[in-house]
């Protein structure tokens, strides 16, 4: 919860000896510390307009709607811009009673695979908020801004002392040259090399220039 930025945990007569004694992960005992016990599911969702339970399906004959957790989760999202919402797990060994999923407004899955429905509490708690949280918008946005591009001049630089290192090496003659220092000049522009990087080359490209002058 505290990974994805979830702070508002509801328990539902939990097992009081094992949650006093729960250990948490590292920064995140505030939620265990914080969160509200109640007696009945229908106390802690009261204030909730919208109250989703999550299913691994089964054999079960549901009668309100089932959604995969991608469609469910924008659902939710555009739920939350105006109002609460309840996420509902039940427990890791037997899942949400038909009781509880009466209080919900619908249901929904993580799609897994048939063969293999049942999932770790905590997984699917983890999974679900991720969905949650993710931002279609921002899935080709770059996390970090990019670095600034070596300018033309540093480029041709570059490409000048690449060109006099591969003369001097023996890699090419200097009737073709001139081939050469166009084809050196696209492929300095291809590589997109950050401003930072191109230096760092210019330096490395220079030193080895020095030696072959210098044996």
Not at 57 to 76: F, K, N, S
Not at 158 to 187: M, P
């Amino acid at each position: 919860m505290s990974n994805f930025g979830f702070l508002d945990m509801r328990l539902v007569n939990a097992y009081d000896v094992a949650y006093r004694e729960a250990k948490s992960a590292v920064k995140s005992q505030y939620i265990l510390e914080q969160a509200q016990t109640y007696s009945s599911l229908a106390e802690a969702i009261a204030e909730c307009s919208l109250v989703v339970g999550t299913t691994a399906v089964g054999h079960r004959d549901l009668h309100i709607p089932l959604y995969r957790l991608e469609t469910g989760a924008r659902l939710i999202r555009e739920h939350l811009t105006s109002a609460k919402a309840a996420l509902l797990f039940g427990s890791e060994k037997f899942g949400l009673s038909n009781d509880d999923i009466s209080h919900c407004h619908w249901l929904m899955r993580i799609p897994v695979r048939n063969e293999h429905a049942s999932m770790n509490l905590g997984q699917a708690v983890a999974i679900c908020l991720y969905e949650l949280k993710r931002d279609e918008a921002a899935v080709n946005q770059p996390e970090y801004p990019s670095p600034a591009l070596a300018s033309a001049e540093s480029l041709e630089r570059l490409t000048s002392v690449f060109l006099q290192l591969l003369v001097e090496g023996g890699y090419t003659q200097e009737r073709t040259s001139e081939s050469s220092e166009l084809k050196l000049r696209r492929l300095m522009r291809r590589l997109r090399l950050p401003d930072h990087d191109a230096e760092i080359m210019l330096g490395m490209l220079r030193q080895v220039l020095w030696k072959i002058r210098n044996p």
